[in-house]
């Protein structure tokens, strides 16, 4: 089994900045593919950005250039760096790992951005 906890949400301004981050832990020898899903009220579940263990990286058209993902493979943890951010950007924020075939998921953590 793997956890995934998330951490940085919070209450900000538009054009302010956060930082998510989510830590693994449990029984596994590597994690392949981390990334960052979120989920608005009344809409779908959608991914944000993920990254390879390589570093190779992927982003939604939506916050590209104002959304950076990062991890650090020795602490099993995987960063989302989110500036200008906007009102629309407003959601749970979900964590997600890959380990050989199996997806895990964090409970998520919520990101709300005022006008």
């Known amino acids: 089994q793997v956890q995934l906890v998330e951490s940085g949400g919070g209450l900000v301004q538009a054009g302010g900045s956060l930082r998510l981050s989510c830590v693994a832990s449990g029984r596994f020898f590597s994690i392949g593919l981390m990334g960052w899903y979120r989920q608005a009220p009344g809409k779908q579940r959608e991914l944000v950005a993920d990254c390879t263990s390589g570093g190779n990286t992927n982003y939604a058209d939506s916050v590209k250039g104002r959304f950076t993902i990062s991890r650090d493979n020795a602490k099993n943890t995987v960063y989302l760096e989110m500036n200008s951010l906007k009102p629309e950007d407003t959601a749970v924020y979900y964590c997600?790992?890959?380990?050989?075939?199996?997806?895990?998921w964090g409970k998520g953590t919520l990101v709300t951005v005022s006008s």
């Open positions: 997600t790992a890959r380990v050989v075939m199996t997806y895990y």
